[in-house]
């Protein structure tokens, strides 16, 4: 299984970055999509996941500003990210997985950096 994460970079607060996974190695369609973060010094938190079907669920803290999307016929699964924050800097992996929520496999992860 594979995990491809990209879209990550430097933004200024208030902005928005999109960022994209391209799985491959599983049956796409069948699995849970999701976004987690790990900031310096923090856990790894959960930021939004999506089933199959399409039914999604948001961190509280990013509830309003960020979407989840996926792609079944790309095998691909988006975070759209909107109105950054500075506290939403941290390294975004990308998880698949059959539990819920999804954390069977992971992604590299990229970095997002809210910054003036």
């Known amino acids: 299984v594979q995990l491809q994460a990209s879209g990550g970079g430097l933004v200024q607060p208030g902005g928005s970055l999109r960022l994209s996974c391209a799985a491959s190695?599983?049956?796409?369609?069948?699995?849970?999509m999701g976004w987690y973060r790990q900031a310096p010094g923090k856990q790894r938190e959960l930021v939004a996941a999506?089933?199959?079907?399409?039914?999604?669920n948001y961190a509280e803290s990013v509830r309003g500003r960020f979407t989840i999307s996926r792609d079944n016929a790309k095998n691909t699964v988006y975070l759209q990210m909107n109105r950054l924050k500075p506290e939403d800097t941290a390294v975004y992996y990308c998880?698949?997985?059959?539990?819920?929520?999804?954390?069977?496999?992971w992604g590299q992860g990229t970095q997002v950096t809210v910054s003036s």
């Open positions: 998880s698949a997985g059959t539990d819920w929520p999804p954390r069977g496999y």
């Open positions: 190695g599983l049956s796409f369609s069948s699995n849970h």
């Open positions: 999506i089933t199959p079907g399409g039914a999604t």
